[in-house]
């Protein structure tokens, strides 16, 4: 029932060798991108699509707005926002993989003629390439644990918002200890690692259950994205505290 990706250890603050693992997470998202949706699909049950249409949603990205998805992947919940937009807005979708680019522009070339242009970029989510409150809204899944500074990668998205815009961040949550939390533990080890295994990377996906023991909680993650300038932050545990979407909110003028 979870969504596989690859994660690196986040750490709140930079640290030693921090270009050093960005390098490794890119190579190791490149080399997974042929078979990124499936696994997800096949894991979750498709339940990864609909976790995805509640960020949307809770993004609070209305037509005609211009909106940007960080750590994009393969595109899949960028091209959800295009819907939502309409042909009268915009998104960018951003990924530092450029296999995983490739995947997505591929996918978007078949998008619904409803749907807004997405520009498909190149870039890191800790220095994102655009202008001070340029855009409606900013979705995320799957990347915040990914980062190696989740205040830096908080705070660029904060940047990057217009004053009163939301952020909705999707991504892994640990439930609290119990049968839920036992039940992520077994999947995690006995599922996704030997799945992981049978296509030959269990390398690429031994990651998963050690960094979200060091992932920050709920509520830490709400008092990081308060110390980096949001006026607002709410956690939301979803699929029974398993998955999470922090949902924060840029001051009004």
């Known amino acids: 029932m979870i969504p596989l990706d690859v994660a690196q250890e986040p750490a709140a603050e930079p640290r030693r060798g921090t270009h050093e693992s960005a390098e490794r997470v890119q190579t190791i998202f490149d080399r997974i991108a042929p078979v990124y949706d499936q696994f997800n699909d096949w894991l979750s049950l498709g339940l990864h699509r609909v976790w995805k249409r509640m960020a949307v949603k809770w993004s609070g990205a209305q037509v ?3 909106c940007l998805d960080i750590c994009c992947g393969s595109g899949d919940l960028a091209l959800l926002l295009a819907q939502r937009v309409g042909r009268s807005g915009s998104v960018v979708g951003l990924d530092f993989s450029a296999s995983q680019l490739a995947i997505a522009q591929e996918r978007s070339r078949v998008a619904g003629d409803q749907s807004a242009p997405v520009e498909w970029v190149q870039g890191d989510a800790l220095d994102l390439p655009f202008p001070a409150e340029h855009f409606d809204a900013v979705t995320m899944s799957y990347g915040l644990r990914n980062v ?3 205040a830096q990668a908080l705070a660029e998205v904060h940047r990057v918002l217009k004053p009163g815009a939301i952020a909705a961040i999707l991504d892994f949550h640990r439930p609290e200890p119990g049968p839920l939390q036992a039940f992520q533990d077994w999947y995690l080890e006995t599922i996704v690692v030997s799945t992981a295994q049978r296509f030959g990377m269990t390398d690429e996906y031994a990651y998963i259950s050690p960094s979200l023991a060091q992932f920050p909680t709920g509520q830490e993650q709400k008092a990081i994205a308060l110390q980096a ?3 607002q932050a ?7 505290g398993m ?3 922090l949902v924060v909110q840029k001051s009004s003028p």
Do not use: K, L, N, S
Request: proline fraction near 5%; hydrophobic fraction near 40%; charge should be negative.
């Open 148 to 150: 190696v500074d989740i």
């Open 243 to 245: 998955m999470g979407v």
């Open 64 to 66: 005609g707005d211009r």
């Open 229 to 231: 300038g949001f006026a």
């Open 234 to 240: 709410t956690h939301y545990p979803i699929a029974g």
